[in-house]
């Protein structure tokens, strides 16, 4: 249930990894069949691992990326 979330900001870390990544692909099919509206910031080393694993999210409207580590 995404009621929480819906219409909010998300930061993500570790988008590129195991856990990070599997939670990317949740969100991102939840925003895509409708039942979640949000805004998300992706906090990855790097960026172009990102946009290897994830081109389509990373490139999505309603995704920021900052290149950064915890």
Same mark, same amino acid.
């Given at each position: %249930?995404? *009621? %929480?979330?819906? =219409?909010?900001? !998300? $930061? $993500? /870390?570790? *988008? /590129? =990894? ?9 969100? +991102? /099919? *939840?925003?895509?069949?409708? +039942?979640?509206?949000?805004?998300? $910031? $992706?906090? !990855?080393? &790097? #960026? &172009?691992?990102?946009?290897?694993? %994830? #081109?389509?999210? +990373? @490139? +999505? #409207?309603? !995704? @920021?990326?900052?290149? =950064? &580590? !915890?």
């Amino acid at each position: %249930h995404w *009621a %929480h979330l819906n =219409g909010g900001r !998300v $930061l $993500l /870390t570790g *988008a /590129t =990894g195991f856990i990070g990544g599997w939670m990317l692909d949740t969100l +991102a /099919t *939840a925003v895509e069949r409708g +039942a979640l509206r949000i805004e998300l $910031l $992706l906090l !990855v080393r &790097d #960026p &172009d691992r990102l946009r290897a694993l %994830h #081109p389509a999210v +990373a @490139s +999505a #409207p309603w !995704v @920021s990326v900052l290149q =950064g &580590d !915890v």
